[in-house]
């Protein structure tokens, strides 16, 4: 049976995307709008009085509300997700002590049409970025080695267990999370969307005034250049090791003559050596053997994810 899993606060959705990591099936229980609590305290903020608003309050609502619109336009754009008028636009409701301004990211019709993990996976690392404290790079860059570290593990599993046919379904499955991941970093309207409300709401704070958000985070003015937009890396890396490998097979039905290299991830392409050295390395994988290679392994330059390896060199002693 699948596990009931409930979203009524960022808590729950922390639950879900252990869940979609873990490849896990789930089923939503109960569903309420996720709830974001900007809480601005310390100076003209402390023991705010709610009867009034000044134009700063406005000023810091309404680029909520714009930068939101933007975002999710720019979503439905990009994304096969679509959001109803009544969506995209935020309520606020402000309430006194400091000053909160409570708003509602997402329906729980926008949640309960999520009818894919992968739909899910995009609006879950939406909502972190937005209630998050750090911008839209470094929380990515943050849940691209969480992806890349549960899929070494789903694919251990596999390999132990002996389950080598769901190997590959199970590597597109992690390939489409970091794919939406890539997506959002490598967009700056997005990336703008999201950081532009948090640097500007921080350019109008002043001395002794801070703004708390997830996790009750503080910041304050001199937090804003960690909201600065950083243009991600879209070229890729490569790099050459030489270490002591374990071969685990070769597959040469394959386009490049490849080899399975135990640790290195990606396939390995053997057409970069000698033939003679291809072959000797046949016989070295028939039966598991360790050798001494050079390799050169090409990432992606935004996730870091490995996804080309090549055979430069087989060093006999």
Same mark, same amino acid.
């Given at each position: 049976?699948?596990?009931?899993?409930?979203?009524?606060?960022?808590?729950?959705?922390?639950?879900?995307?252990?869940?979609?990591?873990?490849?896990?099936?789930?089923?939503?229980?109960? %569903?309420?709008?996720?709830?974001?609590?900007?809480?601005?305290?310390?100076?003209?903020?402390?023991?705010?009085?709610?009867?009034?608003?000044?134009?700063?309050?406005?000023? &810091?609502?309404?680029?909520?509300?714009?930068?939101?619109?933007?975002?999710?336009?720019?979503?439905?754009?990009?994304?096969?997700?679509?959001?109803?008028?009544?969506?995209?636009?935020?309520?606020?409701?402000?309430?006194?002590?400091?000053?909160?301004?409570?708003?509602?990211?997402?329906?729980?019709?926008?949640?309960?049409?999520?009818?894919?993990?992968?739909?899910?996976?995009?609006?879950?690392? #939406?909502?972190?970025?937005?209630?998050?404290? !750090?911008? %839209?790079?470094?929380? #990515?860059?943050?849940?691209?080695?969480?992806?890349?570290?549960?899929?070494?593990?789903? &694919?251990?599993?596999?390999?132990?267990?002996?389950?080598?046919?769901?190997?590959?379904?199970?590597?597109?499955?992690?390939?489409?999370?970091?794919?939406?991941?890539?997506?959002?970093?490598?967009?700056?309207?997005?990336?703008?969307?999201?950081?532009?409300?948090?640097?500007?709401?921080?350019?109008?704070?002043?001395?002794?005034?801070? +703004?708390?958000?997830?996790?009750?985070?503080?910041?304050?003015?001199?937090?804003?250049?960690?909201?600065? +937009? =950083?243009?991600?890396?879209?070229?890729?890396?490569?790099?050459?090791?030489?270490? =002591?490998?374990?071969?685990?097979?070769?597959?040469? %039905?394959?386009?490049?003559?490849?080899?399975? &290299?135990?640790?290195?991830?990606?396939?390995?392409?053997?057409?970069?050596?000698?033939?003679?050295?291809?072959?000797?390395?046949?016989?070295?994988?028939?039966?598991?053997?360790?050798?001494?290679?050079?390799?050169?392994?090409?990432?992606?330059?935004?996730?870091?994810?490995? !996804?080309?390896?090549? #055979?430069?060199?087989?060093?006999?002693?």
């Amino acid at each position: 049976m699948p596990q009931i899993l409930n979203i009524t606060s960022i808590e729950d959705i922390e639950k879900v995307k252990e869940a979609i990591l873990n490849n896990e099936d789930f089923e939503l229980g109960n %569903v309420e709008p996720i709830k974001h609590i900007i809480k601005l305290d310390g100076g003209r903020f402390q023991n705010y009085d709610v009867n009034y608003i000044t134009s700063d309050v406005a000023k &810091i609502i309404l680029i909520h509300q714009k930068n939101f619109t933007k975002l999710l336009n720019e979503i439905e754009s990009k994304f096969d997700i679509t959001f109803t008028d009544n969506e995209k636009e935020l309520k606020f409701k402000l309430q006194s002590g400091s000053l909160d301004i409570f708003s509602n990211l997402f329906s729980e019709e926008a949640i309960r049409n999520m009818d894919s993990k992968h739909k899910m996976w995009t609006l879950i690392t #939406i909502a972190g970025l937005i209630v998050g404290a !750090i911008s %839209v790079g470094a929380y #990515i860059s943050h849940l691209d080695n969480q992806v890349q570290s549960h899929e070494r593990i789903e &694919i251990a599993k596999i390999e132990n267990q002996d389950r080598n046919n769901e190997r590959e379904a199970t590597k597109q499955y992690f390939d489409g999370l970091l794919e939406i991941n890539k997506s959002l970093v490598q967009n700056k309207n997005i990336q703008d969307a999201i950081n532009t409300p948090k640097k500007e709401t921080l350019g109008i704070l002043k001395d002794g005034e801070v +703004y708390k958000i997830a996790n009750n985070t503080s910041l304050t003015k001199n937090d804003t250049s960690r909201f600065d +937009y =950083i243009a991600p890396n879209i070229q890729d890396i490569e790099e050459e090791v030489e270490n =002591i490998y374990t071969l685990e097979y070769y597959n040469f %039905v394959r386009e490049g003559k490849m080899f399975k &290299i135990v640790g290195i991830s990606p396939l390995a392409n053997s057409e970069t050596i000698s033939a003679e050295k291809r072959m000797r390395l046949m016989s070295k994988a028939e039966t598991q053997q360790q050798v001494k290679l050079k390799i050169k392994i090409v990432k992606d330059g935004a996730t870091k994810k490995p !996804i080309k390896a090549f #055979i430069l060199d087989y060093i006999e002693n």
